[in-house]
């Protein structure tokens, strides 16, 4: 199974008759968001506690996209794989969440999503990933917020390291203690997404710590799309495309098969689309380009060929 532009159309007719932005939404055509009453509610759920945090990801080489001889489910714009250098980053170790997202909402100014109501949402819900945010949304939040949306590149690192593998917790089936994927006798289509805080699922993390980069929500990431990006671009800190009509979004959904959750996987949407698969995590710049931990001079020298292209 390939997983191409856009994963999420085997229910997006279903679906969208019960979720109103599942097409996408532009900021146009959505009221602006404003706290019911005197806003001590919406202020209360602002300042609750959240997991919170960043994980450093070293610098060095790892293998990206996928090598079909050893993924069946390898899409051809996940190829050729392809040894990547990245320096130094760090990334958020769990998705945004309601709460956080609240936060930039009230401070900003900005529209909250269409999932919010008046209060804006249950309590319950405060550490769900925010969702119906559109690629312009995510960007923004992560400005304010003094970084940035992560690389394609900097996302499947974090998410797979340096051995290839499927999933974040290796190439073994998801199961239902490692991600929010759908497994038969999931509940789809519901009114409200059946979601989980974002620092749930510790049996799945990344090699290095980072949780639900497969399942959960999708993540945008910083590139755009160009599904035949792996077979010219560059080697060093890759960035995508310089410009494009669509953004990447990254790791699957709830709503979707674990295939479509593999690390690899890519999708892609326009910058304003809104949907009730996607949220976001953000990332940030460590270090000059080129330097390795402790400001050192990084060695890039280039490691063995990778077993699918011996």
């Not at 939404?25 to 968001?33: G, V």
């Not at 051809?76 to 794989?81: N, V």
């Not at 999708?218 to 669509?246: C, H, I, K, L, M």
């Not at 959750?261 to 000059?288: K, N, V, W």
Request: aromatic fraction near 14%; charged fraction near 25%; include cysteine.
């Amino acid at each position: 199974m390939s997983f191409h532009v856009s994963p999420f159309t085997c229910y997006a007719a279903a679906a969208s008759l019960l979720f109103f932005a599942a097409a996408g939404y532009a900021d146009h055509d959505q009221p602006k968001w404003r706290p019911s009453g005197d806003g001590a509610e919406t202020k209360r759920l602002a300042a609750l506690p959240v997991p919170d945090g960043m994980v450093r990801i070293p610098d060095g080489w790892f293998p990206m996209g996928s090598d079909p001889k050893a993924d069946e489910d390898a899409g051809p714009q996940e190829q050729p794989q392809r040894w990547v250098y990245l320096d130094t980053f760090e990334i958020d170790r769990y998705e945004v969440s309601n709460a956080h997202y609240l936060r930039f909402v009230l401070a900003a100014d900005r529209i909250g999503p269409p999932y919010w109501r008046a209060d804006p949402f249950p309590e319950k819900m405060a550490l769900h990933p925010v969702i119906g945010v559109s690629w312009q949304d995510a960007d923004a939040y992560c400005r304010w917020m003094g970084k940035r949306l992560p690389t394609e590149a900097e996302w499947e690192k974090a998410a797979r390291g340096t051995d290839a593998r499927k999933f974040p917790w290796g190439n073994e089936p998801a199961g239902w203690k490692r991600s929010n994927i759908a497994h038969p006798g999931s509940k789809r289509g519901v009114k409200y997404p059946p979601l989980a805080n974002v620092d749930r699922y510790d049996r799945g993390v990344s090699p290095y710590g980072v949780y639900q980069l497969a399942g959960n929500v999708a993540e945008w990431v910083a590139d755009w799309f160009d599904p035949e990006y792996y077979q010219y671009g560059t080697t060093f800190n890759p960035a995508g495309p310089e410009w494009g009509e669509d953004h990447v979004y990254r790791g699957g959904s709830w709503n979707e098969d674990p295939e479509v959750a593999r690390s690899a996987g890519r999708g892609a949407h326009a910058p304003d689309h809104r949907s009730y698969l996607i949220g976001f995590r953000c990332a940030q710049s460590t270090l000059g380009e080129g330097q390795g931990a402790g400001g050192k001079r990084a060695d890039t020298s280039f490691p063995l060929p990778l077993a699918s292209s011996r």
